[in-house]
């Protein structure tokens, strides 16, 4: 299934294999299972891709997402607000999420060994079980560059590096979360044209919310580029989706998004209307594939999609329906 999963060549064979995904979790996935139930959906009556029920990300805090035995080799933990419950992904296998983001990483922006990697994470760096602070440390390890690495708070030593590496001509690349990024630059401006950036989100209890576009203006000024790329991942998920640029993300063949009516959860709405978005990712084969998130979005041409937010009141919509035993 794995080696199936990650060689992918199109949407039928895509459908296919999330309907086979979809039989196994639907009664080796306990919490999944229940979910079912409670919606009186018969896993055997499923045989439309579209027709598959998404599980609500708010129950990966209160139920362990397992397929099958609980065994696991890492937890992976989202990011909380204080007096709010974290996420909590139990990950059978560490190198299924390895693999997920090598490939979809180089898919969207090459081999990571071209690159100079630098992380400026510090927020993530900061508590235990970052799925985003193991992607970058896993991509720095992939660099083999000798100034990759890691920044917490040191704007200083990492405004140092990235003049140094302008100066010798080094194809690099900044992985940062948002209010990070916009910390430093507003003590330090470069301009180096060719720098890759990418915005990882982080902007969820840091003050006011702004817009990815007015974000995006903000950065592209402060590091004197001409796009800044994001990335759409997390802990919940063991893939993630990736934007060179404009905020127009782009899943890898073995993830897609699906976007619901905000009134009907279980109702796909066309592409170009806005409504939560639902992600389908093949690589949660020992947990769940299914997952409907609290955020807002849009889909585009092209299997294309825009992240517009959060679900407003998302904490208490996931609780409508939710396993309460």
Excluded at 23 to 34: D, E, L, N
Excluded at 238 to 264: H, Y
Aim: aromatic share 10%; with cysteine; charged share 20%.
């Amino acid at each position: 299934m794995r080696e199936t999963i990650f060689n992918i060549s199109g949407k039928e064979e895509f459908e296919k294999i999330a309907l086979q995904i979809f039989k196994i979790q639907s009664r080796g996935c306990v919490p999944y299972a229940q979910y079912l139930a409670q919606l009186e959906v018969n896993p055997d009556d499923i045989i439309s891709f579209d027709s598959i029920p998404s599980l609500p990300v708010t129950l990966f805090k209160s139920r362990e997402i397992i397929c099958g035995k609980r065994s696991y080799e890492k937890i992976f933990t989202s990011s909380a607000t204080t007096g709010v419950t974290p996420a909590c992904h139990y990950v059978k296998d560490l190198s299924i999420y390895q693999e997920s983001f090598l490939k979809g990483f180089s898919i969207f922006y090459g081999n990571p060994g071209d690159y100079t990697i630098l992380a400026l994470l510090p927020s993530y760096l900061e508590r235990e079980g970052s799925s985003l602070v193991y992607m970058a440390n896993k991509l720095i390890e992939a660099s083999g560059k000798n100034e990759s690495g890691f920044y917490l708070y040191n704007y200083s030593e990492l405004c140092q590096t990235l003049l140094k590496l302008k100066a010798k001509g080094e194809r690099s690349l900044l992985l940062g979360v948002s209010f990070a990024l916009l910390d430093f630059i507003k003590s330090f401006q470069i301009c180096f044209p060719s720098l890759t950036i990418i915005e990882t989100g982080g902007m969820k209890g840091r003050g006011v919310e702004i817009s990815r576009e007015e974000l995006h203006s903000l950065l592209k000024k402060g590091f004197g580029v001409e796009s800044i790329g994001s990335e759409y991942g997390m802990a919940e998920l063991l893939s993630q989706a990736w934007s060179a640029g404009e905020g127009v993300f782009k899943t890898p063949p073995w993830m897609q998004i699906q976007i619901r009516d905000l009134n009907n959860p279980f109702t796909k709405v066309e592409d170009g209307v806005t409504g939560g978005i639902n992600v389908i990712d093949l690589a949660n084969i020992h947990s769940c594939s299914f997952i409907e998130t609290e955020d807002l979005g849009i889909k585009e041409a092209g299997n294309t999609f825009r992240v517009l937010g959060r679900i407003i009141n998302s904490e208490i919509r996931g609780c409508n329906i939710l396993l309460e035993n």
